[in-house]
């Protein structure tokens, strides 16, 4: 499991998930792309500005693009 096989088929799944204007659970895909999320959540701005730059996930700066804060 996880090898290159498997990443091509799930690249595959998100491709028909999205053609068929469906999600996949973003709590559940440690793989996700920024493309793809704000593609599944078309309104995900509007989540946006409740995020604490302070205190994100890399999962929300994998899809945001949102830079982490570096603390001087």
Do not use: C
Not at 8 to 19: F, P, S, Y
Not at 43 to 59: I, K
Request: charged letters at 20%.
């Amino acid at each position: 499991y996880g090898g290159q096989k498997t990443l091509q088929l799930l690249d595959e799944l998100d491709k028909v998930v999205r053609q068929s204007g469906g999600a996949v659970y973003p709590a559940k895909d440690a793989r996700m792309s920024a493309e793809n999320f704000q593609a599944f959540f078309p309104r995900w701005q509007e989540f946006a500005q409740y995020v604490d730059p302070h205190f994100s996930s890399s999962f929300w700066r994998r899809v945001s693009h949102a830079q982490k804060l570096v603390m001087v």
